[in-house]
């Protein structure tokens, strides 16, 4: 749960370790998407079905998906290769024995779910955790057919398991503490974003979207709007690729109406499916998508839609079911939408957002919610920075995956304040900041500077490039070390803010990149300025400039970062260099293509290289970077070269203060608008050179 400050939870698996070897039962679609992922992320996973002939069906779509990720080249052949073969295909449950956590991934049915479980107690280690995959029955009734109910959870995963983020993990009355803590930080390793749900019906996700998917069906049977205007409609108020008619089309329209039946019985009629979306199944036919959208409805669609949403949401905020922070993220992740259920009342303000409600409410004869009627005009309070205090270090973790922790204003401002309670707090020695989701850091929020442009509001730009500064200069002078914890991307503002600690951990997993001259704009939180104190001038010209991702093992070479650790093993490390009990580790040499790289950007040759022109000798990657060079913005190129040998005449202090300086300059022109629209628009900027 997202927390001003608590104590930080233990974390064992199996026998006080780490999860690492997954059995999942189940070889249908979920079931081998889930051991996939698992298998692509690490782990040693042994993939079980009743038939042979279903886990064949399922190594070959595996191997589909695994062909799929390498013709698109998010995967290189020798990663699809090495989860294959961290895979097994088996029939044998006794083969379960070795595994620390086993994954039920069959049917919907409670019996059957029931006798698994029980078959699973013969042969699974004592320490073993189980967890399920359901997505609509009692977690706490499945675990009664156990002998380990302190160690069974729910996991229930979102289509598809391999692309989509998203595991709500749900524990029971009486769930261990640490197995629990051991579920999480395993999703978190896998690839997932898991979010802290309790054993109610639908959980957190399917409690709002499946009413979602029902008062769509329930508009069209009253005649309120017709299928290809309720999908527009959601389509545009929701900022999704799919309407609810299209959506119940490609799951099942069955599986939606089944879903409607799970929550009425636990909640009652309002969740109910409606007639005609029981029609619909009996007619065992997809929805008739086709026909132009009435756009004069679309407001009144997007009305109800929201209203429900929102009542709903309000309802399991009440029932404190999950986080207000992890029922948006719900939202955001697993069912992609622009914004959560308590962001949109945010955006929107109370006065709306509860005309909503009221009329929600006045259609379905249901209660108006307290925690609405109480809250005044006041917004919703959402926190992203979550502080871990244990054995004197302060673990302040960015917990706002859904943006990838982009640094708009709200999450600086919550991280400012936790970094200063964190150095006011006594039992504090040290600092270790961290980050949940891939990305350690996705840099600033690109929309406020667009929309701040758009406004010629220069000066808001001016005010937040200062207080970044600000609150990277407070990390860096901070009496109590801070260290990051870098396991994942870093980019523009995240890899600045790296910069400005005391020291930097990093996983294999770990990239820093300053990608703004491709943006028309150049690294305004001090990237001009520590990166060539830390790798010498000709070295930063070359990342800065070109905007060339930086990995792990070149950060360790470089010094940049001063441990390369596993992810299980990174935390403990930088916790030792935050409290003062450990020193850097031994640097490698450079190698040889930065060698070649930073004499390419040397005086004598930098003027060709700025050119396009790599030397030779010069690695591929690095001189595909330097041939890039031409098409970014050349303004930017120019203030960024300039800054980096200017503020190397000075103090530090002094080369902010010019960065600082030159902001307003560099975002009034022409190039920077063009580059941050077409980032936000998806498509190659154009620059002019103004």
């Keep these: 749960m997202s927390k001003a400050a ?21 070889a249908g679609t979920m079931g081998a998407g889930i051991a996939q992922k698992l298998a692509m992320e690490g782990s040693r996973v042994l993939l079980v079905d009743q038939g042979a002939a279903y886990l064949d069906k399922a190594r070959a779509s595996i191997e589909a998906v695994l062909a799929e990720g390498q013709a698109r080249r998010v995967l290189r052949p020798q990663e699809a290769k090495a989860a294959l073969e ?55 009734e499945l675990a009664r057919s156990t002998r380990r109910p302190a160690r069974f959870v729910g996991m229930h995963f979102f289509y598809h398991p391999v692309k989509n983020r998203l595991v709500e993990v749900i524990g029971i009355e009486g769930t261990d503490p640490a197995a629990y803590a051991a579920v999480l930080d395993f999703s978190r390793a896998a690839g997932k974003t898991p979010i ?46 799919l309407g609810p008619f299209a959506l119940m089309n490609a799951t099942g329209v069955p599986i939606a109406c089944h879903a409607a039946e799970g929550l009425a019985r636990g909640l009652g009629a309002f969740y109910a499916p409606a007639a005609r979306l029981k029609r619909q199944v009996d007619e065992k036919a997809p929805w008739a998508l086709d026909g132009a959208p009435d756009r004069s409805r679309f407001a009144a669609v997007a009305e109800r839609l929201w209203g429900v949403v929102f009542w709903v949401a309000v309802c399991l905020d009440a029932e404190a079911a999950a986080t207000r922070e992890d029922i948006d993220r719900g939202a955001r992740i697993g069912l992609r939408w622009a914004r959560g259920p308590f962001e949109e009342m945010n955006a929107r303000g109370f006065a709306s957002s509860a005309d909503c409600v009221r009329a929600v409410c006045a259609r379905h004869s249901l209660e108006f919610p307290e925690a609405l009627a109480s809250r005044g ?19 302040i973790v960015l917990n706002r995956p859904e943006t990838l922790n982009a640094l708009d204003e709200t999450l600086a401002s919550q991280f400012f304040d936790a970094v200063r309670a964190a150095q006011k707090e006594p039992k504090v020695r040290g600092i270790v900041l961290e980050s949940r989701g891939k990305a350690f850091m996705a840099g600033a929020d690109v929309k406020f500077f667009a929309r701040s442009i758009d406004a010629g509001d ?16 407070a990390i860096e002078t901070s009496a109590k070390p801070v260290v990051a914890l870098v396991d994942g991307a870093a980019l523009g503002g995240g890899t600045e803010l790296a910069l400005a600690c005391r020291a930097r951990v990093v996983t ?36 800065v400039l070109t905007g060339a991702p930086l990995g792990a093992k070149e950060a360790l070479a470089l010094g940049l970062a001063q441990a390369l650790a596993p992810a299980e093993e990174a935390l403990a490390r930088a916790k030792e260099l935050a409290r003062g009990e450990a020193t850097a580790a031994s640097r490698p040499a450079l190698p040889r293509e930065l060698v070649t790289v930073r004499e390419a950007f040397s005086e004598g040759l930098l003027a060709g290289t700025l050119a396009g022109q790599a030397p030779v000798g010069c690695d591929p990657a690095a001189a595909k970077a330097i041939a890039g060079l031409p098409k970014r913005a050349p303004l930017a190129l120019k203030f960024a070269e300039e800054l980096i040998e200017g503020g190397l005449k000075g103090s530090l202090e002094n080369g902010l203060e010019l960065e600082l300086s030159r902001i307003v ?5 022409a190039d920077a608008r063009e580059g941050l629209n077409a980032l936000l628009e998806r498509r190659a900027p154009t620059f002019r050179g103004a």
Excluded: C, H
Aim: hydrophobic share 45%; aromatic share 10%.
């Design 196 to 241: 802290e749900v309790k054993d109610r019906p639908g959980f957190a996700v399917n409690r709002f979207f499946v009413p979602w998917l029902n008062e769509a069906a329930r508009m069209l049977e009253e005649g309120f709007a017709d299928v290809p205007t309720i999908d527009a409609a959601a389509r545009e108020a929701f900022g999704v690729g």
């Design 508 to 543: 294999p997993r770990a990239v820093f990149r300053l990608p703004e001259t491709s943006l028309g704009i150049y690294p305004g939180l001090g990237g001009t300025q520590r990166l060539p104190r830390l790798i010498g001038k000709e070295l930063a010209k070359f990342y």
């Design 86 to 140: 961290r895979m097994t295909f088996t029939t044998d449950l006794a083969e379960l024995k070795s595994a620390d956590l086993i994954i039920e991934a069959i049917y919907e049915d409670p019996e059957a779910k029931r006798s698994l479980f029980a078959r699973l107690e013969a042969v699974a280690a004592p320490e073993a955790i189980f967890a399920s995959n359901t997505s609509s029955l009692s977690v706490a």
């Design 458 to 473: 220069f000066d808001a730009i001016l005010a937040f490039t200062r207080f970044g500064q600000e609150l990277l200069r």
């Design 377 to 395: 005009a006041q917004p919703w309070p959402l926190r992203y920075v979550d502080v871990l205090i244990s054995n004197g270090v302060a673990r």
């Design 6 to 26: 608590s104590v930080e939870p233990k974390t064992v698996g199996r026998a006080g370790g780490a999860i690492r070897t997954v059995g999942v039962v189940g």
């Design 665 to 669: 300059e560099i975002f009034k022109t």
